[in-house]
């Protein structure tokens, strides 16, 4: 048996979105959402963190390729999502509130399928610098 242990990588991405339920009266939208229900939507400098966790590797000293886990977060995540609209461009926001909390979930549905060697253990997302979502896959 050799060692577990949890690699993270970080990345940045840029993107806008606005908080709004369409089962909540205008009233209550404001209420509960604030600035954030801003119909023409605001932008954040979020900041993602992957973290997967494997057994080192004897060979390579590795838990997981370094350069596929790269190329993983940008096909299914940081060319997906940077410079977009989130509510209006990416699908699983057309239904469900673009939160840091939701899109540490969505960046999880979309990166843990596709790890195989390492498994994904945590998405952290940072919406500012003081604040941030983790998902560890718990339903
Ligand atoms: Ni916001």
């Not at 990588?9 to 089962?23: D, I, M, T």
């Not at 004897?58 to 999502?81: I, N, P, R, S």
């Not at 673009?98 to 540490?104: D, V």
Request: glycine content about 4%.
């Amino acid at each position: 048996m050799s060692a577990i242990v949890y690699l993270t990588r970080k990345a940045e991405f840029s993107a806008s979105h606005l908080y709004h339920n369409p089962q909540f009266s205008a009233e209550e939208n404001k209420r509960v959402f604030g600035k954030c229900n801003n119909p023409n939507g605001h932008g954040h400098n979020y900041v993602l963190e992957v973290t997967v966790k494997g057994q080192i590797d004897a060979t390579t000293g590795f838990v997981v390729d370094l350069k596929q886990l790269k190329d993983l977060m940008h096909q299914e995540v940081l060319d997906a999502l940077d410079h977009r609209f989130l509510n209006k461009e990416i699908p699983e926001f057309f239904s469900l509130i673009p939160t840091t909390e939701n899109l540490a979930l969505v960046c999880w549905q979309r990166l843990a399928p596709k790890l195989a060697a390492a498994r994904l253990h945590r998405v952290r997302i940072y919406e500012t610098p003081d604040l941030f979502a983790d998902f560890y896959g718990e339903v």
